[in-house]
């Protein structure tokens, strides 16, 4: 049979690192080994804790449906966690728990940009921003992310961008694919345009508790932002609940009466069992001390992919201070990102993403996460090595 599709689903994107990941599985299927370097997951398991209060939540018959936005005590739960990390002081009604950080996302576009309305977006950035901003009938505009200015928001360029039209503007800190963080005074100077342009902010947050060398700077707890910001984040990453399923926002409490809206008309909640684990990876002291471990890991990681990738003739990598991806330029290598990444999953074993997966402003640039161990990266470093020195580019 052949169907007839609504016209929505021609704007609407995917996302390239689940694309590479299973064509990756193929390959192993078939008997390839593969590093996978491809995936924005941490490769550690869930804080014990936390799995063995979910089991209890179980046990005890958190197995219903909940409210809409969420356990109430577990928003107030929630809404400690926000205030000690930003120092704003969260209602617990200004919070909605979602299955998963990006019902965030699309709910706040949902609920504030009509058709036309302009949305500005971090580009290179995460390729769902725009998708779903094209999805709605937003216009998306990208701003620029730029490895010259260390892959942090340009003030200037961003102000040149807003119009009439703009209604919300993305930000992403710690950033995907760039790893690129905003200092204070970014901050400080985004909120000053905000207030003035009198626009909404979508702050993206997911990656906070991620940093090396430098302090996570929170959009949200900016003069004056709590009341125009909708803070993105999630249990995905901080806490390796990728498969969990539970991320959260907070914002003004008007547009969290519309999620609450589009929640029941959706998922109906977010499961119950996973919000009270959110509790706990939130309140206990166990928790933070994996979060702590996972990120010196990280830390290791990422200096040991680094100063690989910069070994590498052609590359050129910046040492990002957040998230964990790099993002090396390949320019000078003589291939093109996107036959440089293809390659070097079928021909020599390594998952990676194309700059350009991430918008037009990755050209130039390949994505590698360092979400798995240090050996496995050096086995992926060896074999890029090998790939470049051993195969003429193949140019676009």
Wanted: glycine share 8%; with cysteine.
């Amino acid at each position: 049979m052949d169907f007839s599709f609504a016209e929505r689903m021609d704007h609407i994107g995917t996302e390239g690192a689940f694309e590479v990941l299973a064509r990756a599985r193929a390959l192993e299927a078939q008997g390839k080994d593969i590093v996978h370097l491809e995936i924005g997951e941490p490769d550690f398991p869930t804080p014990a804790n936390i799995v063995e209060r979910a089991a209890r939540a179980m046990r005890e018959g958190a197995t219903h449906y909940t409210p809409a936005s969420g356990i109430m005590e577990v928003r107030e739960s929630t809404a400690a966690y926000v205030e000690r990390r930003t120092g704003v002081k969260v209602p617990a009604s200004h919070v909605v728990l979602t299955p998963g950080s990006k019902n965030i996302l699309f709910f706040a576009l949902l609920s504030l940009v009509n058709p036309g309305d302009e949305v500005i977006y971090p580009d290179p950035g995460y390729p769902i921003y725009h998708s779903l901003i094209n999805f709605i009938g937003g216009k998306a505009v990208a701003s620029p992310i730029r490895e010259r200015n260390d892959f942090r928001l340009d003030i200037d360029e961003l102000r040149s961008l807003i119009t009439d039209r703009t209604k919300v503007i993305i930000i992403n800190t710690p950033a995907n694919p760039t790893g690129g963080v905003l200092t204070k005074e970014d901050c400080v100077a985004i909120a000053e345009l905000v207030h003035e342009r009198n626009l909404v902010v979508i702050s993206d947050e997911i990656y906070g508790r991620l940093t090396y060398g430098t302090d996570h700077v929170s959009l949200f707890a900016q003069d004056g932002m709590p009341e125009r910001t909708i803070l993105m984040d999630g249990m995905s990453k901080a806490w390796a609940m990728c498969g969990w399923r539970l991320g959260f926002g907070v914002m003004p409490e008007p547009i969290a009466k519309k999620m609450d809206t589009l929640m029941i008309n959706t998922s109906s909640c977010a499961a119950a069992f996973t919000q009270w684990a959110a509790t706990e990876a939130f309140e206990s002291e166990e928790s933070d001390a994996a979060v702590t471990a996972m990120v010196n890991e990280f830390h290791k990681r990422r200096d040991v992919i680094v100063d690989g990738l910069n070994a590498i003739p052609g590359f050129r990598c910046h040492r990002p201070q957040g998230a964990f991806y790099v993002f090396p330029n390949v320019e000078e290598t003589g291939w093109n990102e996107g036959e440089l990444a293809k390659t070097l999953l079928e021909e020599g074993g390594v998952g990676v993403l194309a700059g350009t997966a991430f918008g037009d402003h990755g050209k130039g640039y390949i994505r590698l996460s360092y979400a798995n161990s240090i050996a496995n990266i050096e086995k992926a470093l060896d074999r890029i090595t090998s790939h470049v020195a051993s195969r003429h580019p193949v140019h676009s």
